[in-house]
């Protein structure tokens, strides 16, 4: 591993900090905060924190001897010079006289001394750094360090690799830690370094640079040892030639979901996140995987986002998918069932009064094909992943030097269920579609970009369908890093299943379909052109089918239910004259909504509808609105507020009456009107 720092930048940093007041010290601090957060070999997704000991003035002018410390839950990667909480140094340190404190009582002192009252709160790990007398501190969980001291005898080993560091024996992170680290330190002064038994690394100097490039030497030690000391790997890798992961995805994802008690028909679900490469799949192939899958995480902090242990599934065959789901079931049920007789052991050693988390995988190892992290968020998802892949090369290097060994179940669970550690991923309100999948067609366009908005705003993960592929990318990019744009040409089969397939590999799975992709035909039906009608039926019929068909196939897979919603037009119920090439399929869209209705109901799917009218949209466009209105002898203001009710619908309305059916869990074979009121359109 190289050295990152650039004086050039360094200086740069140094010069732009200066003309806000910033201090030369905590620029350079943040400097090479950033290099250690941008490495995932080094740091991941807040795993990791440093600090900083100067002087600043308090908010009556006094000048005080400060502490400044990341904030937890920072990211290291961008963070900046207020994510640094400053807090006042002596009476921290005076904490070390006490025996132990309480988790409330430590944030209560060190918000009460924090120079500024709105900072954030510093790392839990603040009083290690605040015990230190070190000017500059940094703490990582570097991947190539862990798999040295993972091991049984990892102090003999880390005196061996690392020299001149002091060796520090497991402790949950926290006060008690911060207390043995100091006394560790006191009796090696000269020391350059801490190693944290099964949990990461410190390094420390008197500038931003010492501090770090130590670490960076420390970490390059480390990799040198594990290269010279590889065992020549005997592996025998599997005949690979596994079926698609759209095609496994969500057998994998209906397998790890859960009924939800609170409502007949609901689930808890998850979004997927997979992850294959060679590193991966010889570590799938290992004859050895049934006791590494089971020999826990590589640093604490781990287990709140993956769990202690992953789910292993075998590998699946192209031609028995059925086999391969029953017995993916079957495993994640044993999964929970563990995970539940895990937490009740360690709740009543512990005092019998924490809550137990979900108890479905974070992590799913499946032999032959990859992993997949799971999570209620794909974001969430996507940490799993990360750090299941950082396990697995952690895990591979570990074994090829020694043996790779873990905390205690105990020691785990203490974390998973530490309240700080919680504290990191947030006082969460669930919202009513969280880790629910919704595909909506013609995204692009305005009712459907209003109801991928919707929707996303909901908690559902979106993808964005559209035949014009830079529409879709723009309105996905408005509704978040994590939506998925995909052209798609609802008139085309092929173009159908490649999404759909698409869909499945990136999210896991699909729940909820908005099919809405639609165009309008008009004609007189007795005149028209038959070449018309058939374009029209491709579109707003067979269209409609097409983007059914391919969903229907996904949920039934998942075994988890789901939701068919049609935009359907109020055409199909009061046809407009000379509007038949329009609404003729519509109505047929209709009946196609009732059939899956009927045929999927057993399945737990639902289908339902919504009947739109006058909707400034690209169907509805400036000049079509100015052409009727002049025909109707109205204003363009009256002619779409032309209803009972007198008001104009807008592309928002009808997002929300689709939200509407995908969270009315006892209600299918529905059509919803959304006009503003017109009797003739009304159903009956
Ligand atoms: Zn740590």
Same mark, same amino acid.
């Given at each position: 591993m190289k050295s990152g720092w650039v004086d050039r930048d360094a200086e740069a940093m140094v010069a732009d900090g200066a003309k806000v007041g910033i201090d030369p010290d905590l620029s350079l601090r943040t400097y090479t905060t950033r290099l250690l957060g941008r490495d995932p070999k080094l740091?991941?997704?807040?795993?990791g924190n440093t600090s900083l000991k100067t002087k600043m003035r308090d908010l009556h002018g006094t000048e005080v001897e400060v502490l400044r410390v990341k904030a937890s839950g920072a990211d290291m990667a961008s963070i900046? /010079?207020?994510g640094f909480p400053a807090l006042r140094l002596e009476p921290m340190r005076k904490l070390r006289a006490l025996a132990t404190i309480g988790d409330e009582e430590l944030l209560g002192i060190e918000r009460a001394n924090l120079?500024? /009252?709105?900072a954030p709160n510093p790392s839990v790990e603040v009083m290690l750094h605040a015990f230190l007398p070190h000017k500059f501190v940094d703490h990582t969980h570097a991947t190539a360090v862990l798999s040295v001291i993972d091991q049984p005898h990892g102090e003999e080993i880390s005196a061996e690799v690392f020299g001149n560091m002091a060796f520090v024996p497991y402790l949950m992170p926290g006060f008690g830690l911060a207390k043995k680290a100091i006394e560790v330190f006191e009796r090696a002064p000269s020391c350059e370094g801490l190693i944290l038994s099964k949990h990461g690394f410190v390094t420390f100097g008197e500038t931003a640079r010492e501090a770090y490039e130590r670490m960076i030497a420390f970490v390059s030690r480390a990799e040198d040892f594990i290269a010279r000391n590889r065992k020549s790997a005997a592996a025998s890798p599997s005949a690979r030639r596994p079926p698609p992961v759209a095609e496994v995805a969500p057998i994998v994802r209906g397998a790890c979901s859960q009924k939800d008690d609170r409502s007949d028909g609901a689930w808890r679900r998850l979004v997927l996140d997979f992850r294959s490469s060679d590193a991966v799949l010889d570590f799938l192939d290992s004859k050895d995987l049934p006791r590494l899958s089971d020999a826990?995480?590589?640093?604490? &902090?781990h287990t709140i986002r993956t769990k202690n242990w992953p789910l292993v599934l075998n590998a699946p065959a192209p031609a028995r998918m059925g086999e391969f789901t029953q017995s993916a079931r079957e495993k994640a049920q044993e999964f929970t069932k563990r995970y539940g007789d895990y937490f009740a052991r360690h709740n009543k050693r512990a005092g019998g009064n924490k809550r137990e988390l979900d108890p479905l995988p974070r992590v799913v190892l499946v032999r032959g094909l990859g992993l997949f992290g799971l999570g209620r968020t794909k974001e969430d998802a996507v940490i799993a992943a990360d750090i299941a892949e950082v396990w697995v090369e952690c895990l591979r290097d570990a074994e090829a030097i020694g043996r790779f060994e873990s905390i205690s179940e105990a020691d785990m669970f203490d974390c998973e269920y530490w309240p700080l550690e919680q504290a990191k991923l947030g006082a969460r309100k669930e919202p /009513?579609?969280?880790g629910q999948v919704a595909a909506i067609t013609g995204a692009g366009g305005a009712i459907g970009a209003a109801t991928a908005k919707c929707f996303a705003a909901a908690g559902a993960e979106v993808a964005l369908l559209d035949v014009d592929r830079t529409a879709a990318r723009e309105q996905a990019n408005a509704v978040g890093a994590h939506a998925l744009a995909l052209a798609c040409d609802v008139t085309d089969g092929g173009s159908v299943s490649a999404a759909f397939e698409k869909i499945a590999e990136h999210f896991?799975?699909? &729940?909820?379909?908005?099919s809405n992709a639609g165009a309008a035909w008009q004609g007189r039906i007795g005149e028209v052109d038959e070449d018309i009608l058939h374009k029209s039926f491709e579109l707003n019929f067979y269209g409609h089918q097409r983007v059914a068909q391919a969903a229907v196939r996904i949920m039934r897979v998942q075994g988890t239910g789901g939701c068919l919603l049609f935009n359907v037009s109020k055409q199909a119920v009061n046809p407009g004259p000379n509007f038949g090439p329009y609404g003729i399929p519509k109505a047929a869209a209709l009946a196609l909504m009732r059939q899956y209705a009927l045929d999927y109901g057993a399945d737990g799917i639902r289908a339902n509808a919504v009947n739109a009218d006058r909707i400034r949209s690209g169907l509805l466009t400036p000049q079509m609105i100015a052409s009727r209105a002049e025909a109707r002898g109205v204003s363009e203001k009256d002619y779409m507020t032309g209803n009972l009710l007198g008001r104009e619908v807008a592309a928002e309305d009808v997002a929300q009456a689709f939200l509407h059916q995908a969270l009315a869990l006892k209600t299918t074979a529905d059509v919803t009107t959304v006009d503003g009121g017109n009797i003739a359109a009304a159903m009956r």
């Open positions: 740091v991941l997704h807040g795993g900046e /010079p207020a120079i500024e /009252p709105r826990g995480v590589v640093t604490p &902090d /009513p579609l969280l896991g799975g699909v &729940d909820i379909v908005v």
